[in-house]
Nanobody, 124 residues
Framework: QPQLVESGGGLVQSGGSLRLSCKVS????????IGWFRQAPGKAREEVSC????????NYVDHAKGRFTISRDRAKNTVYLEMNSLKPEDTAVYLC?????????????????WGQGIQVTVSS
């Protein structure tokens, strides 16, 4: 059974940085793209970034461009989301998800497996 476990969340000051990790097991990053999502109270879940199964395609929602960077370490079965210049509106539960991919690209797909999520809180 595939599993995804997020780590690296917590409390950070406005303007600070965090690096989230998504450790995957039971699946290969060679076959699955990974998306990062966030869910805040009263707001719809949104996809903030994704990386394809080749690692060559990386996409970001507009408000994350220039601030967030997605990357992966294939040997560690881990995908990272580096978040810089954090704002209070970035406060949310962040989740990673896996999508089986056979063509290049990522974003906007129905994902097959989800992590439990991790809290990120940005203080003003």
């Amino acid at each position: 059974q595939p599993q995804l476990v997020e780590s690296g969340g917590g409390l950070v000051q406005s303007g600070g940085s965090l690096r989230l990790s998504c450790k995957v097991s039971g699946l290969s990053l060679d076959y699955y793209g990974i998306g990062w999502f966030r869910q805040a109270p009263g707001k719809a879940r949104e996809e903030v970034s994704c990386i394809s199964h080749t690692g060559r395609t990386k996409n970001y929602v507009d408000h994350a461009k220039g601030r967030f960077t997605i990357s992966r370490d294939r040997a560690k079965n881990t995908v990272y989301l580096e978040m810089n210049s954090l704002k209070p509106e970035d406060t949310a539960v962040y989740l990673c998800a896996a999508d089986r991919l056979v063509v290049e690209g990522c974003g906007g797909y129905e994902y097959d497996y989800w992590g439990q999520g991790i809290q990120v809180t940005v203080s003003s």
